[in-house]
Structures are given as structure tokens and as C-alpha cells.
């Protein structure tokens, strides 16, 4: 194994799931989102190190973890939360705080719910118990589809176009950086770094009707709290001031200029996540 190789264990039935682990402290938890690997949480990560052990994971099919064999049975939140679950057992950790981007945030939302013991808080990026609509049709708009850019110049400046109306203050620079943390380099050519089929199992998933997950965060009993991106398609006001009205505990932070999702990188949520972390992780 090479030095920039990442650790893996083997999950349940299996599959080899890449993680890292810097620093020393509470656990922090760190989930990506649907198509993203642990390399999202790179700036966060060293933010963090200096007071916490920070966990980083690719959920199975993403980054360095294995493909599955079945797609649309393995690339769920339930299958990725129980890889989450062990990660934390192959560690030696019993208790975390769960930073969780999107799907991640999903996932963390049933950990949290599921297994109160596991979780001392819970911080949710950019997103909720309800995906709008139009986040959705974003999503499935590049799902699986291979970017086709020839290097990661015309890479960061294709995010630009797709992306400068929510996020209008990034200068080439972050979107190049933001293009490495995305995709694979192949010999200098972005390439997906995910499993292509993962468009069957959020396409089945669609199909079989949208879950309610308001039960779910009712459940939720540990300290969260919430950043959403002020042009989000995929977390509305709408349903953080429900989140809030439900759970009045909760902290809410809204980020600037962001669409989804913060990057993590910016004042306003590094010290919101800070502040939180410093209360509440044990």
C-alpha cells in the first residue's frame, strides 16, 4: 500500500471500505454525499485534527471502496450507515459526533435515530427531511453520466457555467480545487469516481415513491445543528423552519453565497461548527 493509499476494512459481507483517521479528541464523524468521497472534507479535516479524531469514510462504490455486486440491494443509506456503524467498531469507538453533507446527512439522521447510544450530535449539511424537487432533477441531471471533460482546466471551468448562479464568489482556483476533490484524475482526465449503476439504485428508490422522513427526525433526540447553502435547491427554507418548529434546539446557520453545499471551508460554517462541537462532542 502506497503512503497516499487509505486504510480499508472489511464490511459485513465483505466489501473493502476506505477510510482515514487524523487527529486526536471527540470522534468526528464525517459522511459524504451521493456521489462523493471523503476528499469533500479535506479542508474541514485539518481545520478539525488539532481537537478531534476525525473519521473520514467512502461509502462502497465510491472513492477507494469497492464496487457492489448489487447495486440497487447495497447502495442505500441503510447498507452505507451499517458500513458507518462498523467503521466505528473496527475502531474502537463508541460514541461520535456525526458530520454529515447531504446524503450523509441522511445517513446520520438514522444513525442518530436508530442508535441515540452511537451519536452525541449531529450536524446536518445542506440538508433535511425533505428533498425538493428540483434538487432531485439536478441530481439525476449528471447521475452516472461520465463528465466527459478532456483535463481539469475545461473540468473546473464546466462547474463554473453549471454552478456560478449559486455560488458566485468562487475564483478559478477554488473551482480547479473543488474539480480534484470531484473527480478521479486518469492520467490527467476527470473520470466519475463512483460506481456508474449507483443511477439504478437512486432510480429504483425514486420509483418505489418518496419515503417519509419526518417520523425518523422526530426520533432524533441528541443536539443538531444545521447549514444550508442561501441558494439551495435542495434544502428549503420551508423545511428548515419546520426542522426548527419540531425540534426547538436545534441551531441553524445559514451560509452565503452557497448553493449545494457549503464547502465547509467558509467562516461563517467553521465557526458555527466550532462553536457546536465544543458544547456538544464527547
Known amino acids: 500500500m502506497s503512503a497516499d493509499a487509505p486504510r480499508r476494512f472489511a464490511s459485513a459481507d465483505g466489501r473493502r471500505i476506505a477510510y482515514d483517521v487524523a487527529g486526536d479528541g471527540p470522534a468526528v464523524l464525517c459522511l459524504p454525499g451521493l456521489t462523493r468521497s471523503m476528499r469533500d472534507f479535506e479542508p474541514i479535516a ?21 464496487w457492489a455486486e448489487a447495486p440497487c440491494a447495497e447502495y442505500t443509506p ?4 451499517g458500513d458507518a456503524a462498523l467503521l466505528l467498531a473496527h475502531l474502537g469507538i ?23 447510544a452511537m451519536v452525541s450530535c449531529l450536524i446536518l449539511n445542506d440538508v433535511g427531511p425533505v428533498i425538493e424537487p428540483a434538487g432531485i432533477e439536478a441530481i439525476l441531471g449528471y447521475l452516472g453520466r461520465d463528465p466527459g471533460f478532456p483535463d481539469f482546466d475545461a473540468a473546473a471551468a464546466g462547474l463554473h457555467r453549471a454552478h456560478a448562479a449559486s455560488f458566485p464568489d468562487l475564483d478559478r482556483a477554488a473551482w480547479l480545487a473543488q ?9 490527467g482526465r ?12 437512486v432510480e429504483a428508490a425514486l420509483a418505489a415513491g418518496p419515503a417519509d422522513l419526518w417520523p425518523l427526525f422526530d426520533e432524533i433526540e441528541v443536539p443538531i445543528l ?10 428549503s427554507p420551508a423545511t428548515l423552519a419546520q426542522m426548527q418548529a419540531r425540534k426547538p434546539g436545534l441551531v441553524a446557520v445559514t451560509v452565503p453565497d452557497r448553493g449545494h453545499v457549503p464547502f465547509l471551508d ?4 467553521l465557526a458555527a461548527i466550532d462553536t457546536f462541537l465544543a458544547e ?3
Open 280 to 282: 456538544h462532542a464527547a
Open 266 to 269: 467558509e467562516p461563517v460554517a
Open 78 to 81: 441503510m447498507v452505507e450507515g
Open 94 to 116: 463508541a460514541r461520535t459526533a456525526i458530520l454529515g453533507t447531504s446524503r450523509g446527512g441522511l445517513i446520520g439522521m438514522g444513525l442518530a435515530a436508530k442508535a441515540p
Open 226 to 235: 444545521v447549514l444550508r447553502g442561501a441558494n439551495s435547491e435542495v434544502l
Open 179 to 187: 474539480a480534484r476533490r470531484i473527480f478521479r484524475d486518469e492520467g
Open 46 to 66: 485539518a481545520h478539525l485534527a488539532s481537537r478531534h479524531r476525525v473519521l473520514r469514510m467512502d461509502y462502497r462504490g465510491r472513492g477507494g471502496s469497492d
Open 190 to 201: 476527470p473520470a466519475l469516481d463512483y460506481d456508474p449503476r449507483l443511477r439504478e439504485a
